[in-house]
């Protein structure tokens, strides 16, 4: 796994730039604004900290990949939490549950319907 102090190194190369005292360029005399030109390779959200930092971000209801580039959904990472289905709306997690079934106080625990 790429330590995150490398990553800003890791995706300007795969972006075929050159880094010179950490500063970034398209060829010796061009500085590159990464999150400009290239988002950063970054798959939702670049932030240009600084013309040597960048970092990724993703929208809400995602998160950063082990990568730190690529954002997945919080469903996609233990279901959300949910104990039956989970969907982003909003960019919130909701939690829903198969028929016969209705969702607990915690809104993410699935319990059977009592019939009276």
């Known amino acids: 796994m790429i330590e995150p102090s490398n990553m800003?190194?890791?995706i300007a190369e795969s972006l075929g730039l050159l880094r010179h005292h950490n500063i970034y360029y398209s060829d010796l005399n061009t500085v590159v604004d990464v999150c400009e030109e290239f988002n950063g390779n970054c798959t939702q959200i670049c932030i240009h900290e600084s013309h040597r930092r960048f970092y990724c971000s993703c929208e809400?209801?995602?998160v950063l990949d082990t990568?730190?580039?690529d954002c997945v959904s919080e469903c996609?990472?233990?279901n959300?939490?949910?104990s039956d289905y989970c969907t982003l709306s909003d960019g919130e997690v909701?939690?829903?549950c198969e028929d016969g079934y209705v969702l607990d106080d915690d809104q993410k625990t699935c319990i059977g319907q009592?019939?009276?």
């Open 8 to 10: 800003n190194h890791v």
């Open 60 to 62: 809400s209801g995602y």
């Open 67 to 69: 990568d730190m580039a």
């Open 76 to 78: 996609d990472i233990e």
């Open 80 to 82: 959300g939490g949910c």
């Open 94 to 96: 909701a939690c829903s």
């Open 114 to 116: 009592s019939v009276c």
